[in-house]
């Protein structure tokens, strides 16, 4: 089996009144507080074409997240059964990689005002994606 | 500016009759043909819950993209002006990390058939997470 690896890079980091992973909600749309991506200067030009109002896809790395683990009770709760972390958002996973749907409320510079991200701060941020289908066509 | 980074490792690969990269579609639903992702054998615990009929997220690692570029013509549209690549689906990115929305048709051991993955034969799999939101919720 290879055991090739492949090297992320933070983009940047978020900015968020969530520090303790506990207190977090376990989706943005959960009560997640205002929070900032606040990217690296040197993305500047990765960044035309994000616009205020739009919702868009963000990926962060969950660093504080356990890679061993493969089962899980659903959002914590002992008493779901245990399932693969595979059908489940739990951040404990073998490459915890954060998927959020965030809206974008303002953007000054390389730092960007987002609703609806429940990831703690200094969390690293990996991507930003547009979303695409019906919801919200690009 | 930290220069840490963060080391992934394939759970899986991607095996798909497309094999140019010129000849993929630019989404899964504009003729991606009928694909597999191949897990590890150690991936099979974390894999439980996952079930035929479901829509799943797959993240992948773009192991032929370009991570220098920052802007690009959407779509390869020449006729398009250059955009920064967090508002498009561009493969080439910092981290070039595939966000797949896939139909699971059937699960045999750890050999998941899907539809509507456009990546390319060999492509590591990174992680497979459910759908949330009005459409398929969990």
């Known amino acids: 089996m290879s055991e090739t690896t492949y090297a992320l890079r933070a983009v940047g980091r978020v900015e968020s ?14 009560g997640a507080p205002p ?24 990926l962060t790395w969950l660093d504080r997240a356990s890679r061993d683990v493969v089962q899980v009770h659903p959002r914590g709760d002992e008493s779901r059964p245990l399932q ?17 749907t ?12 987002v609703r609806n991200l429940e990831a703690i701060d200094g969390t690293p941020v990996l991507d930003i994606k547009p979303v695409l289908g019906a919801v919200s066509q690009r």
């Open 17 to 30: 009144p969530i520090t303790d992973p506990a207190l977090a909600p376990c989706q943005g749309d959960e």
């Open 35 to 58: 929070a900032w991506l606040a990217l690296n200067a040197d993305m500047a030009a990765a960044m035309t074409g994000l616009e205020e109002g739009s919702e868009v896809i963000v």
């Open 84 to 100: 693969g972390v595979f059908s489940t958002r739990s951040p404990d996973r073998p490459n915890p990689i954060g998927l959020h």
């Open 102 to 113: 965030v809206l974008i409320t303002s953007i000054e510079g390389t730092r960007i005002a």
